[in-house]
């Protein structure tokens, strides 16, 4: 299954604004993916701005990458720009409709 | 009817109570929604708790003798369980692992041996002697069905538990509805009871420890049969007041 293109564009920024090479960048974003419970091919726009500000700049930092609070919030910016794709419906969705609360 | 066959009956009977009428809530969902997974697991558990299981009551599995069978009954019966597993499997393959091909071919899996275990079953009791006991004489078929359950249990335990993992740590990141991860921690607790129930019917039976004629294994598995209804009804008819409750604790652990 393709990733999703949040994910693909934040990898993508991360690589060419920062001395971190393609593997890593990717490692980091999945990293902190997994942290959050969120997966590279299903998460949105919204779930990955949160994951931006909340967990991202922690695992820049430790990797030595300079100025994350700046290169976070141009991410941020890039990734109002993205289309909206409408996800697939994930476990969360299906069990909320089930049992009366979507 | 013994000590042993009333708890049972009670036990089982609240919960193929607890399985139609959830199971018709959520058909009733799916005439409004046309959504895949609400027609697959409100068909499985109708299937299963409100037709199957009469079914076999109707066809006399509690009686003392195969000769006392309706095996019309009983084969309608295992038929429909054996459907309304393969509903729940295709369920648990469409919600939590879409995009697996090991899912569909799970699905798959289960309706072949559903049926393998349908035929089989009426088979044995058709040839065995007209004064055995059923539950003697298709015992190895029993424990076979069981086991069909068994293996959506431990997969659907396995994914409920790990996406309910998942959600939590989206919960703390504000990504998560509460009253929907604890949904997904229920569904997940009454698979591992349903794993537990027939881990312990069959250790007993086993042992020839018959939940049909020893109360303290009817006890056990009613016990079992009643915790997994108040988790199914939880996870699907949660009462106002429950949804309230988890609403409030989870705002507690934020502040």
Redesign the interface.
Known sequence: ?ADAPAFEYVCNELESRTDLDRLTARGTVRLALK????DAHSVTPG?LG??LD??LPAELATRGVPDAASLVEALRSGLAGLAVETP?ET??D????????A | MNSAQLLSGIGGGVFALAETVVGLRLLFLWWRTHQLPELMVGAGLLLIGGIGYPLMAVGGIGRSSNGELSLLALGLGLASIGLGVTALSVFTWKVFRPDRFWGAALSLGTLLAAGVICVGGLRSLHLGPPDADPVATGAFWWVALRMLFQVWYVWTGIESLSEYARARRRLALGLSDPVVVNRLFLWGAMAVLGVLNNTIAVALEWRGLSPMYDPSAALTLAANGLGMSALMLLTFMPPRSYVRFVCRRAAATET
């Open positions: 299954m942290q959050a419970g969120l779930q949160v994951v909340k967990i697939a476990p969360e299906v069990f909320a409709r089930l049992g009366g609360s």
